[in-house]
Nanobody
């Protein structure tokens, strides 16, 4: 079982930055790929970024590419999402997610992830 806890959300002006953290429980953190998703009111949950188990490869959605950076430190059981140049359309609840233990590769749809955090609100004002 994997438990995920996000933190770092908040209110920021357009053009500002935030850094989200996702802390994972257990000693198996290095054995699964992870990702960030977001969900705005009335919209489906959408992919933001993903990272392999070793952090050797990452991928970001076109809407955030060049502005958001995903990273992880397996020794700290933590993943981050650095968000720069934030826009009002980035406003959403952000979720971290983990694939099942032993699933090492990146995936881009919510159904491919087995564990989810509770979410953290990010609000970008214009």
């Amino acid at each position: 079982q994997v438990q995920l806890v996000e933190s770092g959300g908040g209110l920021v002006q357009a053009g500002g930055s935030l850094r989200l953290s996702c802390a994972a429980s257990g000693r198996t953190f290095s054995t699964y790929a992870m990702g960030w998703f977001r969900q705005a009111p009335g919209k489906d949950r959408e992919f933001v970024a993903a990272i392999t188990w070793s952090a050797g490869d990452t991928y970001a959605a076109d809407s955030v590419k060049g502005r958001f950076t995903i990273s992880r430190d397996n020794a700290k059981n933590t993943m981050w999402l650095q968000m720069n140049s934030l826009k009002p359309e980035d406003t959403a609840v952000y979720y971290c997610a983990a694939r099942g233990i032993g699933k090492l590769g990146m995936r881009y749809t919510p159904s491919e992830y087995d564990y989810w955090g509770q979410g953290t609100q990010v609000t970008v004002s214009s």
